[in-house]
């Protein structure tokens, strides 16, 4: 029943959209309009005042056909990574379908935009019998999940739901993804001038130790922790008295990702004292983690719908987040469908026209399943 050769054209007019994070405001009037135009009710949220990004979130809402079935969401991203402007998708001989390597290609996440306006054309053509389905279109996923976190739980009406935004394979599906807390550090120093070293104290060297002291890398199973940017300094006649750092941990643990935060602000703030100066250090939760039990509808009817057309379903966990990792705060269980994209974030970055194709078929047939 998929339209293989509308869906790969609706894919390839997407990616077309600039819609780089934080600059939404072009592609989201698209996206409405043409929800609108397959009968879709559709709300806009107060995305855009709360985050300051390019446009709010849509909530589509497909009224159910029979009453009977469960109600669910999925959800898909609107924006890119960048380089993701001026985008020209190229389809190969090998079945796939790149970018002409200047840009990424934006099938993270516009595979699932992309698949949603096909399953929705086919239903209709097709008038299958369907219960109520929520299509939630997110801006700032690519930027910390800002716009999931706008998102009001009065908005969706939903038992369970999908996001359909992972590289595993088509008919693989995510359970569980971890906790994210951001760590930034100011190390202050001492300034002098270099050839009077023992009048000051290098700020770089406070947090060159620090650094040196601190657990990072794979911490555990279930922990990672990096530092991903530090910054300071200037003339090499001047002993730095200032350094800023930009750090990240990670756990499916809960109780560990705070332990592993206050491991990290700890050591900032004692190396700083034990060398006479200060650090300041502020921790946040970017995302929290979730599990979803295998036991929840939400898993055993996306497992029984890929079994129903020929697809293995392996659950794993994921290493990132997600918009499910918001929504599921919501008591909505939400598990994430691999859409099968490769190289993300990346100028390298395919997508197969099969993997286009079988997603849909599996969105759909959970559909049918549910």
Not at 110 to 119: D, R, T
Request: net charge negative; aromatic share 6%; with cysteine.
């Amino acid at each position: 029943m998929i339209n293989e050769s509308r869906l790969i054209q609706t894919f390839i007019d997407l990616v077309q959209i600039n819609s780089e994070t934080g600059h939404e405001q072009i592609i989201q009037p698209i996206l409405k309009q043409k929800f609108q135009e397959l009968g879709v009710n559709v709300v806009e949220d107060n995305a855009k005042n709360e985050t300051g990004f390019g446009a709010n979130n849509l909530i589509c809402t497909l009224p159910s056909t029979e009453a009977h079935h469960d109600k669910i969401y999925f959800t898909s991203h609107m924006d890119t990574v960048m380089p993701g402007n001026n985008i020209k998708p190229i389809i190969k001989e090998d079945g796939y379908i790149y970018s002409d390597g200047s840009t990424i290609l934006g099938a993270d996440d516009k595979a699932g935009l992309a698949v949603i306006f096909e399953v929705i054309e086919v239903i209709q053509e097709h008038n299958i019998p369907h219960g109520q389905i929520q299509f939630v279109i997110t801006v700032g996923e690519e930027s910390g999940l800002v716009g999931a976190k706008a998102l009001r739980a009065d908005d969706l009406d939903a038992d369970y739901g999908y996001a359909i935004d992972s590289s595993v394979p088509v008919g693989d599906i995510t359970i569980g993804a971890p906790y994210q807390m951001k760590i930034n550090a100011q190390i202050y120093g001492k300034k002098a001038h270099a050839s009077t070293p023992h009048h000051g104290m290098s700020a770089i060297k406070i947090a060159s130790s620090a650094i040196h002291n601190m657990k990072l890398g794979q911490i555990d199973h279930e922990t990672t922790a990096n530092i991903g940017r530090f910054e300071g300094g200037g003339p090499t006649n001047v002993i730095s008295d200032l350094v800023t750092i930009w750090a990240e941990a990670r756990s499916h643990s809960k109780e560990k990702i705070y332990q592993q935060t206050k491991h990290m602000k700890e050591t900032f703030e004692q190396t700083a004292q034990s060398y006479g100066c200060s650090a300041k250090v502020e921790t946040s939760l970017s995302y929290p983690g979730f599990i979803v039990d295998q036991s929840e509808s939400v898993i055993q009817n996306a497992v029984a719908a890929a079994k129903k057309i020929g697809l293995s379903s392996n659950l794993g966990i994921a290493g990132g987040g997600s918009d499910g990792n918001i929504i599921n705060q919501f008591n909505i269980p939400t598990v994430i469908l691999g859409v099968g994209y490769e190289h993300i974030h990346t100028t390298e970055e395919r997508i197969s026209k099969q993997s286009l194709t079988k997603l849909a078929q599996f969105v759909l047939s959970i559909i049918q399943t549910v």
